[in-house]
């Protein structure tokens, strides 16, 4: 009876050990089937363009019209418009 009792706690043991291992497998295998974007480094920097590249460009606009009229609000979305095209 012993024996048999060893035999039953091994057996639940190794199926749980390899019930276990499977687990974290599983979930790479299905990360590595997930769709992935396809959009390049380039592409994605030409789409956002950088907070100093905002600020240059919105500095520019507000010395092309000699500091007159407008805001730095406009200055900074017209910039951000052109960069982003």
Do not use: C, F
């Amino acid at each position: 009876m012993v024996k048999r009792m060893k035999e039953t706690t091994e057996t639940n043991l190794t199926k749980a050990t390899s019930t276990a291992a499977r687990g974290p497998v599983r979930r790479q295998a299905a990360a590595l089937r997930a769709p992935r974007k396809k959009a390049s480094a380039a592409s994605r920097t030409a789409a956002q363009p950088s907070h100093e590249e905002i600020a240059r460009l919105a500095y520019e606009i507000y010395l092309r019209r000699n500091g007159q009229g407008g805001s730095e609000l406009e200055d900074w979305t017209e910039a951000e418009r052109q960069l982003r095209g």
